[in-house]
């Protein structure tokens, strides 16, 4: 079945420097992926998503990339802030039935700030 | 506009009691899925709907029963609670358009089976 997992649990970053969390896809065929941020105590919010036909989309102080060919997607926080600290998630979908899709999480990224 | 609420936000069970977990969504979405969190772990789909008076199973179904009786409102049943489904729930909604798959998420109810 499809997986998706995430490089490293743990991440430590200074205020103000540039963050990358790494995730790694097993299945060939997913064509959307999305980052969530899970704050302490707070159900996913959605940050970003891309499509399988972009290599790359910008937000306000994210980026994500993605590497089709190795099966890698990166969320990049510029001048990471004490409010970014969170568990970061990547997902893909794959299609359940009736257009209803799942959406399959990896393990997440614990991003924590440090001062 | 609230997004997803969820009740009650907390729930501590005996083994074999039963319980019902409440999601609501008034942003007049057709999808809603639940989904459970573990320890170390991602979100895994437990039951999903698809519209008012549809359910069908997801990953994790065993234990668990739903419903959508009215197109807001998506109900988790535990009908014998066991530990193993001591978990944090998330209750989720999307609206159907193609193309992306944008799901908003409730604050979650965390539930300890005794």
């Known amino acids: 079945g499809e997986s998706v997992g995430l490089h490293l649990p743990t991440l430590s970053v200074q205020e103000g420097d540039n963050s990358i969390i790494n995730c790694a896809y097993s299945?060939?065929?997913?064509?959307?992926f999305i980052w969530y941020k899970q704050e302490s105590g707070k159900g996913p919010q959605f940050i970003i998503d891309?499509?399988?036909?972009?290599d790359k989309r910008q937000g306000q102080r994210v980026t994500v990339l993605l590497n089709k060919t190795v099966k890698h997607l990166s969320l990049q926080i510029a001048a990471t802030q004490p409010g970014d600290s969170a568990v970061y998630f990547c997902?893909?979908?794959?299609?359940?039935?009736?257009?209803?899709?799942?959406?399959?999480f990896g393990q997440g990224t614990r991003l924590t700030i440090n001062p | 506009n609230a997004g997803v609420t969820q009740t009650p936000k907390f729930r501590v069970l005996k083994t074999g009691q039963s319980m019902t977990l409440l999601c609501a969504q008034d942003?007049?979405?057709?999808?809603m899925y639940w989904y459970r969190q573990d320890p170390g772990m991602g979100l895994r789909l437990i039951h999903y709907?698809?519209?008012?008076?549809?359910?069908a199973k997801g990953e994790v179904p065993d234990g668990y029963n739903v419903s959508r009786l009215k197109k807001q409102n998506f109900l988790l049943g535990l009908e014998s609670a066991a530990p193993s489904q001591t978990s944090v729930y998330f209750c989720?909604?999307?609206?159907?358009?193609?193309?992306?798959?944008?799901?908003?998420f409730g604050p979650g109810t965390r539930l300890t089976v005794l």
């Open positions: 989720a909604s999307r609206r159907r358009t193609s193309g992306t798959d944008t799901q908003y």
């Open positions: 299945n060939s065929a997913s064509d959307y």
């Open positions: 891309i499509r399988s036909n972009m």
């Open positions: 997902a893909d979908r794959a299609l359940v039935a009736q257009g209803a899709q799942k959406l399959v």
């Open positions: 942003m007049n979405h057709e999808y």
């Open positions: 709907s698809v519209g008012e008076g549809t359910t």
